[in-house]
């Protein structure tokens, strides 16, 4: 039997590799895809997520996009040099674009909301990248926790920094 999971990510290279080992599992079935600024801005997140399901040919999950910006509404400003790349794939060419019409109209945070309720007790949710879906999917629905199964977060940045 697979775990249905939900993945919140913001797809720089070590979350395209997640979602190569999740989509890949027989133990898993992705039931979507949402979206958030880190790496890159969500729109550029999108696009790498729907290349990322061209190769592994699943481009049946839906992606859904989140905030642009932290709850804060602190400017992030991206490095000059950027870890992940410009693109947040090692600014890898791409020459066929992607169908940008297969992303949703939903908000990521409405998603979150809705498929934890109607997967109500049996849906993992997978944060990869910043919490800010989360967040304000949590602002929507305070209970949003009672209706899944598990939540794995994957925490840290690069430059081991706090912000105080």
Do not use: W
Not at 1 to 18: E, H, N, P, Y
Not at 56 to 76: C, E, M, N, Q, T
């Amino acid at each position: 039997m697979s775990k249905s999971i939900l993945i919140d990510c913001d797809a720089g290279i070590d979350d395209a590799q997640a979602l190569f080992l999740a989509l890949c599992s027989p133990e898993v079935n992705v039931i979507a895809i949402t979206v958030v600024q880190g790496n890159v801005l969500p729109k550029q997140v999108s696009v790498n997520v729907l290349r990322i399901l061209r190769v592994a040919d699943r481009l049946d999950i839906p992606i859904y996009v989140g905030s642009d910006k932290s709850l804060l509404d602190i400017d992030r400003p991206h490095d000059d040099n950027p870890y992940h790349g410009r693109d947040g794939l090692g600014d890898t060419p791409d020459p066929e674009p992607v169908d940008e019409s297969l992303i949703k109209a939903e908000t990521a945070s409405n998603a979150i909301v809705r498929l934890c309720r109607e997967h109500k007790g049996s849906l993992t949710l997978v944060c990869l990248g910043p919490l800010t879906n989360v967040a304000t999917a949590i602002r929507q629905d305070p209970s949003l926790g009672k209706n899944l199964q598990h939540c794995v977060i994957m925490g840290g940045n690069y430059y081991g920094k706090t912000t105080q």
